[in-house]
């Protein structure tokens, strides 16, 4: 896939405040789109997915939102907690490939 | 989602030795990848491992210093050959459900 891109490396947010994780992509093809999260010392997990016939979906406390005329990318995470300290990347394939190519990552730190 | 392990979770190496990782699946998967994390960095995919069949590896990554064995469909190796203090990296295996990957919790390697 084409290089998918984060708008800021890192973010410092609020316990309790909402957080808006940012992502750019270039590959217009793309119509499959997940948003993982690191912990230090742990493999990336899924937290939510969406494709390109969508513009929004939800999940518990987060949710993603798909600009497809500007190609970009977000989510949001409700109600930051300190265990939402991680490192979050998105990723993206394209129609009958596989593969992800994966953003550059976006550190966030939840403050008490 | 699939469980998956991955062995060691961590080594140090001496340069020009080779170090062998497992991933174990608790079920079966068509679809099984290694990537690799450098430090502070995204996730680069190496390779899709597949069953019965050599491994296809993406552009910069070559068989001889990558080796793969998919010798079923629940587990796989990820060889790193002749290493250099370049190749130290967190190496993470992932299995394709659908469109999604679920990834292993890494292997941490540190090259001397």
């Known amino acids: 896939g084409e290089n998918v891109g984060l708008h800021l490396p890192t973010l410092s947010v609020q316990e309790g405040d909402n957080s808006i994780i940012n992502c750019a992509y270039s590959?217009?093809?793309?119509?499959?789109f997940i948003w993982y999260k690191q912990e230090s010392g742990k493999g990336p997990q899924f937290i939510i997915d969406?494709?390109?016939?969508?513009d929004k979906r939800q999940g518990q406390r987060v949710t993603v939102l798909l600009n497809k005329t500007v190609k970009h990318l977000s989510l949001q995470i409700a109600a930051t907690q300190p265990g939402d300290s991680a490192v979050y990347f998105c990723?993206?394939?394209?129609?009958?490939?596989?593969?992800?190519?994966f953003g550059a990552g976006t550190t966030v730190t939840v403050r008490a | 989602s699939a469980v998956i392990s991955q062995k060691p979770s961590r080594d140090i190496c001496q340069r020009g030795t080779s170090l062998t990782i497992q991933c174990q699946v608790d079920?079966?998967?068509?679809?099984m990848f290694w990537y690799r994390q450098q430090p502070g960095q995204s996730l680069t995919l190496i390779a899709t491992?597949?069953?019965?069949?050599?491994?296809?590896?993406e552009s910069g990554f070559v068989i001889d210093k990558f080796p793969i064995s998919r010798p079923n469909l629940t587990f796989s190796t990820l060889t790193v050959s002749n290493m250099s203090p370049e190749d130290s990296s967190i190496y993470l295996c992932?299995?394709?459900?659908?469109?999604?990957?679920?990834f292993g919790p890494g292997t941490r390697l540190l090259v001397l």
């Open positions: 992932s299995v394709g459900q659908g469109e999604t990957q679920y």
């Open positions: 590959n217009s093809a793309s119509d499959y």
């Open positions: 969406i494709r390109s016939n969508m």
């Open positions: 990723a993206e394939s394209s129609p009958n490939d596989y593969k992800l190519s």
């Open positions: 079920s079966q998967v068509t679809m």
């Open positions: 491992a597949n069953q019965g069949s050599e491994a296809t590896y």
